[in-house]
């Protein structure tokens, strides 16, 4: 088991992003920081417009923080070298919420396997590639058989989402970003996906980020949770500490929204708050950086009501 001493992979160090103009500046990502370390599962949590993606995208290196930086490995990842940064491009992958747009649908899956391979390993002949190729398969449990000639249409949803989380494994990532990677796949064959999640977290100490904003999954992969509202972190820590005692109100909403049959609703947030749903959602989005420390790992920022 991996502790928490252990270096992050990749942090994020008070990084900021703020969209819009100087009169109306939306503030997509505020004073956000993490880590993510190998062999485990942080969650990323909040309703949509939140600033999930935006969160996704700096760790892309798509968006530029406006403040704060990424650390790799401890080293600053701004002004990194270009070799440095196709490395952080190869180690860092990404499984997006629409299988199907993030595949070309004029190439087989063949291909969209090869190509990585191709690109970022070297090492590998041809003999090398397809025998990797088959491994890859394998690994998201698909029958080489019966996918490795088809176009992605010819897939179903779920397979196709197989096929991204092959490619992404292509290049022996070290972090894995999956932004809603189930919220297009039929409930059916969602666990499916999320149990892969899983074995790639454990079998290849994988560090993932696992985006959502459904709370019940993000317990069946996660070990550590991040609430989101309005570009800020209000609640993270320990993923049981968090959803057993939640202590920022807008926490305590979110899990009033979610069906749990083992506990009333009532439970998550009590009568009071469910009736002040928009004093929290205006005072959470608030900027606050103070924060308070709910456990030894827990914290929330903190609320003025
Ligand atoms: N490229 C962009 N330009 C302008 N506004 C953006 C851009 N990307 C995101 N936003 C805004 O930032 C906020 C957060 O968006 P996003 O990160 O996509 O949230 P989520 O993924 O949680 O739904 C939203 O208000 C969204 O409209
Ligand atoms: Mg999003």
């Given at each position: 088991?991996?502790?928490?001493s252990?270096?992050?992979?990749?942090?994020?160090?008070?990084?900021?992003?703020?969209?819009?103009?100087?009169?109306?500046?939306?503030y997509?990502?505020?004073?956000?920081n993490?880590g993510?370390?190998?062999?485990?599962?942080?969650?990323?949590?909040?309703?949509?417009?939140s600033?999930?993606?935006?969160?996704?995208?700096?760790?892309?290196?798509?968006?530029?923080?406006?403040?704060?930086?990424?650390?790799?490995?401890?080293?600053?990842?701004?002004?990194?070298?270009?070799?440095s940064?196709r490395?952080?491009?190869?180690?860092?992958?990404?499984?997006?919420?629409?299988?199907?747009?993030?595949?070309?649908?004029?190439?087989?899956?063949?291909?969209?396997?090869?190509?990585?391979?191709?690109?970022?390993?070297?090492?590998l002949?041809r003999?090398?590639?397809?025998?990797?190729?088959?491994d890859?398969?394998?690994?998201?449990?698909?029958?080489?058989?019966?996918?490795?000639?088809?176009?992605?249409?010819?897939?179903s949803?779920?397979?196709?989402?197989?096929?991204?989380?092959a490619?992404?494994?292509?290049?022996?990532?070290?972090?894995?970003?999956?932004?809603?990677?189930?919220?297009?796949?039929?409930?059916?064959?969602?666990?499916?996906?999320?149990?892969?999640?899983?074995?790639?977290?454990?079998?290849?100490?994988?560090?993932?980020?696992?985006i959502t904003?459904?709370?019940?999954?993000?317990?069946?992969?996660?070990?550590?949770?991040?609430?989101?509202?309005?570009?800020q972190?209000v609640?993270?820590?320990?993923?049981?500490?968090?959803?057993?005692?939640?202590?920022?109100?807008y926490?305590?909403?979110?899990?009033?929204?979610?069906?749990?049959?083992?506990?009333?609703?009532?439970?998550?947030?009590?009568?009071?708050?469910?009736?002040?749903?928009?004093?929290?959602?205006?005072?959470?989005?608030?900027?606050q950086?103070?924060?308070?420390?709910?456990?030894?790992?827990?914290?929330?920022?903190?609320?003025?009501?």
């Amino acid at each position: 088991m991996t502790t928490l001493s252990d270096q992050p992979v990749l942090a994020l160090q008070n990084v900021s992003k703020t969209f819009g103009s100087k009169e109306n500046p939306i503030y997509a990502a505020r004073d956000i920081n993490f880590g993510l370390y190998p062999g485990r599962t942080l969650a990323l949590v909040g309703e949509s417009g939140s600033g999930k993606t935006t969160v996704a995208r700096l760790l892309m290196r798509e968006y530029i923080p406006d403040a704060g930086q990424l650390t790799f490995r401890g080293a600053p990842v701004q002004g990194a070298s270009k070799a440095s940064l196709r490395a952080y491009r190869s180690a860092v992958q990404m499984v997006f919420q629409d299988p199907f747009s993030s595949l070309n649908p004029t190439r087989t899956i063949h291909h969209h396997l090869s190509r990585p391979l191709h690109l970022h390993r070297p090492d590998l002949d041809r003999k090398g590639r397809e025998a990797a190729i088959i491994d890859l398969l394998a690994r998201v449990q698909l029958d080489p058989a019966r996918v490795l000639h088809k176009f992605p249409h010819e897939l179903s949803g779920g397979m196709r989402q197989r096929i991204s989380i092959a490619r992404a494994l292509a290049v022996n990532p070290q972090v894995i970003v999956a932004d809603e990677p189930t919220s297009m796949l039929d409930v059916s064959v969602r666990l499916g996906i999320l149990n892969l999640l899983n074995d790639m977290k454990s079998e290849l100490g994988l560090a993932l980020l696992y985006i959502t904003h459904d709370i019940a999954t993000a317990r069946f992969v996660a070990e550590d949770i991040m609430v989101m509202y309005a570009g800020q972190v209000v609640e993270w820590g320990d993923m049981d500490s968090v959803l057993t005692n939640p202590q920022h109100p807008y926490t305590r909403l979110l899990l009033a929204a979610v069906p749990d049959p083992d506990r009333r609703i009532d439970a998550a947030a009590p009568q009071n708050e469910l009736a002040r749903v928009e004093d929290i959602r205006a005072a959470s989005a608030r900027v606050q950086t103070e924060v308070q420390q709910i456990a030894p790992n827990h914290f929330i920022r903190k609320i003025n009501l």
